[in-house]
């Protein structure tokens, strides 16, 4: 029996710093991120502010230099062209589980801009939503994972007819953040 309790009171204090960062508020955090976008290939930065109402929210700007593959022709083989990418989003949290996971939801406008080397057009506009996992590392650094969709239109982006979609469909991203100031 003493060996028992003697037990519990280790197991419940090797968990304790777990269940203390579970019980703080997201900070502001800034992070670089590997991420894939309808089968176009990216990386980029990502900021969130600090959460607000009672740590549920955050706003997220990320930006991805994100790689198109622009199909060969007879005369021309097949190139890499870059397009950026940036999406503004309102970050729901989930409260972090005892084992030092934050789980979140995320929605928001996302634009791309193609690369004037296949397409005349500017700034397309659509919509994202993904579901994600941080992983809090320490008080300091936490690693990620995200999957979602995205939507936008390139109809207007000039791009020739025969040319696969961009910056549409699925979403997978992978990354670490550094946090500052959690409450």
Not at 2 to 26: D, Y
Not at 159 to 169: E, Q, R
Request: aromatic share 12%; proline share 6%.
């Amino acid at each position: 029996m003493k060996s028992l309790i003697i037990t519990q009171f280790v197991v419940i204090a090797m968990f304790l710093p777990v269940l203390a960062l579970g019980q703080q508020r997201p900070g502001l955090t800034a992070g670089l991120h590997l991420t894939e976008t309808g089968q176009q290939f990216g990386i980029g930065l990502n900021v969130s502010t600090p959460a607000f109402a009672r740590g549920m929210l955050a706003v997220r700007a990320t930006g991805t230099m994100s790689y198109y593959e622009v199909p060969g022709t007879t005369e021309q083989p097949m190139d890499w062209s870059r397009f950026a990418q940036a999406r503004l989003g309102l970050v729901s949290y989930a409260p972090v589980c005892a084992c030092g996971v934050r789980v979140y939801g995320e929605t928001g406008p996302a634009t791309f801009r193609p690369n004037p080397a296949f397409a005349d057009g500017g700034w397309q506009v659509g919509w994202y939503g993904l579901f994600g996992a941080e992983f809090l590392m320490s008080e300091q650094s936490l690693f990620f994972f995200e999957m979602g969709g995205q939507g936008i239109s390139s109809d207007r982006a000039g791009m020739p007819g025969d040319y696969p979609s961009i910056a549409n469909g699925f979403i997978a991203a992978a990354g670490f953040r550094i946090q500052a100031g959690r409450k």
